[in-house]
């Protein structure tokens, strides 16, 4: 996915590795192909300006290091604030105190939600975790089957409305669901929300309905990092409509240029927490911050 972006940015940065010695000349011209690199990789704007602005006022502030030269400050000064703009440190899950710890995915449809349900799953059974899906995607025509399909995959149980009993109230399964959870023993509820193909009220709303029930110890918004600006937008949308505390990036393996990726967590103030790259259960990671920006650097 970052591949241009990376091409670019280590072209920006290798002019200066021929350099003894930096002017602040030198720091602007670079600081401006690094600005051109993140906007062509579609990095929001906003993120784009506090990023060059801190390199800049980093690199200018820099000591003469007796470690590195002038061009490998720079470079690790860039990589720094990458790091930082990804979120700094690794976040991990939180988990309630008195289990089940229950985690909703919010997102719209397509973004990857009922496949990363089953790879969260996954991860957290092998962790030795036993957690329960729940289905209260009752819009989408066999959601709940394709559910069922990833959850028999990654080896856990689903919960689901039963057949025949109509569309069904998904907070009522999501209530449901979490008696059920404290019954067999599951120490974490997974619960799979309805995505629309656009932000909408009413989604929002049912999303809100069912956090309003369950009150989860994390939301989740599952948001593809292929849609470019567009994700920042849903972002904002679903923090003001319903409010997240974490944010999972979906089909990393593509070939779009990356900038939500890089501008989700600036924009929203919340942390990536788990990124997917692929459509199998296996192509799922915690995301680190740090091995993200080393990755964009090449
Ligand atoms: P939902 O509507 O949000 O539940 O999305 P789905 O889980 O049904 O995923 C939508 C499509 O994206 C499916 O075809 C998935 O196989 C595919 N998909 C999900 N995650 C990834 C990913 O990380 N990489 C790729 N390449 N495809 C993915």
Redesign the pocket.
């Known amino acids: 996915m970052f591949d241009t972006l990376s091409d670019r940015l280590t072209s920006a940065l290798q002019t200066l590795t021929r350099k003894g010695k930096l002017s602040d000349a030198d720091i602007d011209a670079t600081a401006r192909e690094i600005r051109i690199a993140l906007l062509e990789a579609d990095v929001a704007l906003a993120v784009v300006k506090e990023f060059i602005a801190k390199v800049k006022e980093r690199a200018k502030g820099a000591e003469v290091s007796a470690a590195l030269n002038p061009a490998q400050q720079v470079i690790k000064i860039v990589n720094e604030e990458l790091v930082t703009i990804l979120g700094g440190e690794t976040r991990r899950l939180n988990l309630a105190k008195n289990p089940p710890t229950v985690i909703m995915l919010a ?10 349900a089953g790879k969260l799953a996954m991860h957290l059974k092998k962790q030795g975790h036993a957690p329960l899906l729940v289905a209260c ?1 009752l819009q ?1 025509p066999n ?1 709940v089957t ?1 559910l069922q399909v990833v959850g028999e995959r990654a080896g856990v149980t689903t919960f689901a409305p039963e057949p025949g009993n109509g569309v069904g109230d998904p907070v009522d399964v999501a209530r449901r669901a979490i008696e059920e959870a404290k019954h067999a023993q599951h120490d974490i509820v997974l619960v799979d929300t309805a ?1 629309r193909l656009g932000v909408d009220e009413e989604l929002m709303k049912q999303a809100a309905d069912i956090r309003d029930a369950v009150t989860p110890d994390e939301i989740l918004f ?1 948001v593809d990092a292929m849609i470019g600006q567009d994700a920042v937008n849903t972002a904002e949308a679903f923090r003001d409509g319903v409010g997240f505390t974490g944010v999972v990036l ?5 070939d779009a240029r990356g900038g939500a990726a890089l501008s989700v967590r600036q924009v929203t103030g919340q942390p990536i927490l788990f990124a ?4 199998k259960l296996e ?1 799922f990671d915690v995301f680190h911050p740090d091995r993200m920006a080393s990755r964009i650097l090449g």
């Open positions: 997102g719209l449809q397509g973004a990857g939600k009922t496949t990363l995607d989408r959601a394709q995505g599952v979906t089909k990393l393996d593509g997917s790259n692929g459509e192509d």
